[in-house]
């Protein structure tokens, strides 16, 4: 089992990673290398990589240095490999030595010219259709034995409950971001309408009409187009008070 003492630690410095990260890429990259730190031991350095798939393609978002990130996009070229297949299937994958596995003979033999000869890859336990894993390297054969990957497999658990959370505020940042857009280019609308009623005292219905007139015309997007106009009186552009 592995130790308190150990589970704490890595519990603190997750928490401290989500206070301090600004966004999930920076969460990743702080993860990669936690995972790689608390993993390896003098003189055997694990190296740790992130992939995640969306829509079928295969990316590392995290490294814990760019030798790891170079052993996770060996297998994109190959368009398989365990990371893949973690992340795919949801399953773990561990391949005990390199020169002895034929599920990827292609990627085994190029991995192995890099020097390593095990793999231990890790699917995290996330939310809806996003899928990742997290991909240990060791130049050791059988370097992840039963009780590595219990390790790895306790720290995965605690990470997932981390990244979900990571996950979520970036999809509520992104949600409150595209929201105030909206509500700043309905704002400058809105407030370009207000002049032309002025300027032409006409309805607002035919100031509408005006201003899809100019838009189609020029072939500029309506908010460009509305913008200009409110800018043009000299008071700057049209503000949203938005607070997220």
């Known amino acids: 089992m592995v130790s308190e003492s150990t589970a704490n630690s890595i519990n603190q410095q997750l928490h401290e990673l989500v206070l301090s990260s600004s966004d999930v890429e ?26 995640l798939l969306r829509q079928r393609k295969a990316a590392t978002v995290a490294s ?40 990827w003979p292609q990627y085994a033999a190029t991995v192995r010219g890099h020097g390593f000869r095990s793999i231990l890859a890790l699917p995290f336990l996330l939310e809806g259709e996003t899928r990742a894993a997290l991909n240990l390297y060791s130049h050791r054969p059988g370097r992840f034995d039963e009780r590595a990957t219990e390790l790895a497999r306790d720290f995965v658990h605690q990470t997932s409950m981390a990244l979900r959370l990571a996950v979520r505020f970036a999809h509520s940042s992104e949600t409150a971001a595209n929201l105030k857009a909206s509500l700043e280019t309905r704002t400058a609308i809105d407030v370009a309408v207000g002049i032309i009623m002025a300027q032409n005292r006409c309805s607002q219905d035919e100031a509408f009409e005006l201003l899809k007139s100019a838009s189609s015309a020029r072939n500029i997007k309506l908010h460009v187009v509305a913008a200009g106009v409110v800018e043009s009186l000299g008071q700057g552009p049209a503000r949203t008070h938005f607070e997220v």
Do not use: K, N, W
């Open 26 to 51: 920076e969460f990743l990259c702080g993860l990669a290398r936690v995972s790689a730190r608390s993993l390896s031991e003098p003189g055997d350095e694990i190296l740790c990589g992130v992939t």
């Open 64 to 103: 814990s240095s760019p030798a790891a990130q170079a052993m996770d996009e060996i297998q994109y070229t190959f368009g398989d490999g365990p990371c893949m297949t973690a992340s795919r299937e949801q399953r773990t994958v561990h391949v005990e030595d390199l020169e002895l596995d034929d599920r």
